[in-house]
């Protein structure tokens, strides 16, 4: 479990005390006590406020409840500017950091990207909701304990907030290493199909409902029996008819594929892939005597 340790930075002292002053005591001539640690290592606010009577006496006041409603969307906003980036970097650098910073640059910066979205586009309501949630929890603290340690505060009470930021940072670091993985698998087969001499000019996929036929232009099959020869190196049980297929046609590296689509085949991703390797080589067709004779 990771624990936010003290910020050691200015900048949201700065902004807290502005806006205490600013807000609360401006609206309300109520005064926020601001605890500023000698050496920013913590941040702390008291909410044992003074305000004065009408001869002018300064008296000790119970917090209402504006004060609280201010005080509370002051923190919340203060966490959501100054604290929450820190914590998502705290967590991309822990659950990731085994790749490079450009990576976990790029990771950082979607999840902002991500989190800066006003729809919920796919998060958990902890997260797309969090500033009311924050809100509250904030609230409920000041009313139980007239003063709160804001970095305290984020490690022990805000657990439900880190839980929903780390899926975010998970679901988005996901995307961009599949991604990745993608793109260096597709390089990796261009790269084989390219080294190729080609074997064949041209080859019909016939996509079948239980895999797939090749044939060459005169409508014989390809391969046949020594399909197998590309498949060398697959364990038997781990062959599918996609892996298969992109094996075989990467290997006998033809220098025009015909795909024929007809069908409703479960094979849509090994298709992609080959789009991608073959790019113009490969051609969708349009219509004729070997699609219909599948369908
Ligand atoms: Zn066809």
């Keep these: 479990m990771l624990y936010l340790t003290s910020s050691k930075f200015r900048e949201p002292f700065f902004f807290l005390r502005k806006k205490l002053n600013s807000e609360i005591y401006a609206s309300c001539g109520i005064e926020v006590k601001f605890l500023e640690s000698p050496d920013y290592a913590y941040t702390q606010v008291d909410c044992y406020v003074k305000s004065k009577d009408s001869k002018g006496k300064i008296i000790d006041r119970q917090i ?12 919340t906003e203060a966490i959501l500017i100054y604290w ?60 139980e304990n007239g003063r709160i340690n804001i970095e305290g505060f984020l490690n022990f009470r805000l657990r439900f907030y880190w ?26 087969l261009k790269y084989f199909l390219e080294s190729q001499e ?15 036929q090749l044939y060459d232009s005169d409508d014989n099959i390809v391969a046949g029996d020594s399909l197998e020869e590309y498949v060398a190196g ?13 094996s075989a046609l990467v290997a006998i590296a033809p220098q025009e ?26 051609v969708i067709c349009s219509g004729c005597s070997r699609c219909i004779s599948v369908t």
């Design 64 to 75: 209402d409840s504006l004060v609280l409603s201010y005080l509370g969307n002051i923190l």
């Design 84 to 143: 929450e980036p820190i914590i998502l970097s705290k967590m991309i650098n822990a659950n990731y950091n085994y790749l490079r910073s450009k990576e976990k640059r790029e990771i950082s910066e979607k999840v902002f990207e991500r989190l800066k979205m006003q729809e919920p586009c796919g998060f958990p309501k902890a997260v797309y909701d969090r500033r009311s949630q924050i809100y509250n929890t904030v609230l409920e603290y000041l009313r």
């Design 163 to 188: 839980d929903a930021l780390e899926n975010v940072v998970n679901q988005t670091a996901d995307g961009i290493l599949w991604a990745k993985e993608y793109d260096d698998f597709i390089c990796l």
């Design 198 to 212: 080609p074997r064949i000019k041209k080859v019909h996929v016939i996509l079948l409902n239980t895999g797939f």
């Design 234 to 246: 697959f364990e038997e049980e781990e062959i599918d008819s996609g892996d298969l297929l992109i």
């Design 257 to 282: 594929v015909v795909l024929h689509l007809s069908t409703e085949v479960d094979l849509q991703e090994a298709v992609d892939i080959l789009k991608n390797v073959f790019g113009k080589r490969m």
